[in-house]
């Protein structure tokens, strides 16, 4: 994710990062202004079309419909922005809870007892696990270096291994509740928490694999296309080889709007857009090596 400064007006909108829209965009504008100059040619030079022609009431379409494309944009950017935000609540939430079952933890297990040692390792590694799951990466085994031998044989690295990270947890709970080191109305306190794990991976797994309709999504690169490629057909009337630049501004400032939709409706990806799984992961290992 890129870190800036929302209140900065002259430097950071004109800074060029690999996934500005400028840099991704800049071949098709120029097709589109190469395009827009051919028909402008063909209409003042070739054609030699007079105010009167019909088509200069092309624009009335464009009217109309600029309204429809626009509704379609915004509904497009604002779906895409609360899955991001989504994703980032959901984080929020394995943040806090991660915190509150180690403060649990902290408060009621002595300082010498083995199971704090075991629950400072694998509540961490849990949102390490979620994470590369999300990314569709390999899990590194040198993760679990820190666990008992027996808890690493336990752990297959071809299955969901949030899931594996999470059965632990609750397994090593119920061991210690059978084993008379907590009572169960201490139970029932650390449940909350540990159920929440696997709801919360189970919300992020829906956003991963619940896109945004394909035909849905296809048709609002289809209208945009035709409606920047009729642009050049009326308005060269009025504004002559100017049409070149405006057009492919108008273009710029759509396809723009579609990108960034496409880049920010899957937040757990590692594009510059998405959301810092790695460094939110890294700040809960930080907090529950302090909390426990």
């Known amino acids: 994710m890129i870190a800036h400064d929302p209140k900065a007006w002259f430097s950071w909108p004109y800074h060029f990062h690999r996934s500005d829209t400028v840099r991704r965009l800049f071949p098709w504008i120029l097709l589109v202004c190469a395009y827009s100059g051919l028909i402008a040619w063909l209409e003042i030079e070739v054609w030699q079309l007079t105010e009167k022609s019909h088509l200069r009431n092309i624009t ?6 600029g309204f429809v494309i626009s509704f379609l944009l915004v509904f497009r950017t604002n779906t895409a922005y609360e899955r991001w935000w989504e994703g980032r609540k959901l984080w929020g939430s394995l943040t806090n809870n991660s915190r509150n079952l180690a403060m649990k933890l902290s408060a ?16 961490p590694m849990y949102a390490s696990a979620l994470k590369n799951h999300l990314r569709s990466e390999d899990t590194r085994i040198e993760l ?31 061991d210690m509740f059978e084993e008379k080191k907590i009572t169960g109305e201490q139970l029932l306190f650390l449940n ?40 050049p057909f009326g308005f060269v009337f009025n504004l002559g080889y100017w049409v070149i630049p405006i057009v492919g501004f108008i273009f710029y400032v759509l396809a723009s709007l579609e ?3 496409e880049e920010i409706e899957e937040p757990f990806g590692a594009d510059e857009n998405d959301l810092p799984l ?8 930080v907090h529950i090596h302090e909390l426990i």
């Not at 679990?144 to 999470?166: C, G, R, S, T, Y």
């Not at 790695?278 to 290992?285: L, P, S, V």
């Open 60 to 65: 009335i379409m464009h009217t109309l419909l």
């Open 259 to 261: 990108l960034i939709a």
């Open 144 to 174: 679990f270096d820190d666990l008992p031998l027996e808890v690493q044989q336990k752990i297959d690295l071809e299955k969901h291994i949030p899931n594996q990270m999470a059965s632990l947890m609750l397994r090593q709970t119920h």
């Open 192 to 231: 909350n928490e540990l159920q929440s794990f696997t709801e919360i991976c189970g919300a992020c797994e829906r956003i991963k694999n619940t896109p945004i309709p394909y035909s849905y999504s296809v048709f609002i690169k289809k209208f945009i296309q035709f409606y920047v490629a009729t642009l």
């Open 108 to 123: 009621i297990l002595p300082a010498e007892d083995p199971n704090r040692h075991f629950f400072r390792q694998v509540i």
């Open 278 to 285: 790695g460094k939110m992961a890294r700040g809960i290992q």
